[in-house]
């Protein structure tokens, strides 16, 4: 079983997008922006290319998966389920912040049931 939390995936692929789950300040790379895997390295490590708008490289580097999570799945052609991605991100967190994620998960599940049940103020 991999760090996914109960997903059976084998892990990235060549050409997979992956996005930065972490800062990396001296390179001018944040949290959020997304590259393409380029390369697998035999210790784990996956070379990730980052590119502008234009298409041109703008950083080349080795990454390691606790710091990416899969968006897009080469071999299948699709996005990576939001579930799978938020499953991915909870994976690298400690109990105690994953325990926040799962209630602040349940606070906005009630939230949309108490939505779907409450009548609009049109309605009244």
Known sequence: MSRYSGFRYAGPDL?????LIVDIPERELRAGMQGTIVERHSDDAYE?????????TVDFLALYPNQFIVVWRTKTQTWVPIAEQV???????????GAEVL??????????QQQMVSPSPKEI
Request: charged content about 35%; overall charge negative.
């Open 103 to 112: 209630d602040f998960a349940r606070f906005l599940h009630v939230r949309r």
């Open 48 to 56: 990730v290319e980052f590119s502008n708008e234009r298409g041109e």
């Open 15 to 19: 050409f997979d997008v992956v996005e």
């Open 87 to 97: 499953a991915a991100l909870v994976a690298n967190l400690s109990k105690e912040a």
